[in-house]
């Protein structure tokens, strides 16, 4: 089937979706969530396992997104660098960073 949007952006700027920290790792619960909700949905509408992909560029969210998602052994969830490659049908990217300062470092935005 031809789908001719190739790319969705979920805004959760109208949710509290807010980033919060393990020790200096940063993680983003309801992103994660969210994520998990999409996973599920993809799978019960047909696609494998192995044809949808998840990517974080912060390693806590990766480790977060395994354990929600670890009935599905055969979704990847990786980074950006280990990403490269890979084809697949579906990709999600979790984004993680979301703060009231509008910050994607510690640096304030400009």
């Known amino acids: 089937m031809h ?3 190739k790319a969705v952006f979920v805004d959760t700027d109208a949710i509290p979706a807010e980033e ?3 020790g200096d790792l940063v993680q983003n619960v309801t992103e994660a969530n969210l994520v ?3 996973t599920e949905c993809l799978l ?9 992909g998840v990517i974080s560029l912060y390693r806590q ?6 354990h929600l998602l670890q009935d599905h052994p055969n979704i990847e ?6 990403s490269q490659g890979r084809d697949k049908d579906c990709i999600i990217i ?16 400009l």
Not at 77 to 82: N, P, S, V
Not at 94 to 109: A, F, I, K, Q, T
């Open 20 to 22: 919060s920290r393990v």
């Open 61 to 66: 969210q990766i480790k977060l997104l395994s």
């Open 36 to 38: 998990q909700q999409l």
């Open 77 to 82: 969830i990786l980074t950006a660098d280990r």
């Open 44 to 52: 019960h509408s047909g696609i494998q396992e192995d044809q949808i």
């Open 94 to 109: 979790s984004m993680v960073r979301s703060n009231e300062s509008g910050s994607v470092s510690d640096l304030p935005l």
């Open 3 to 5: 789908h001719s949007c």
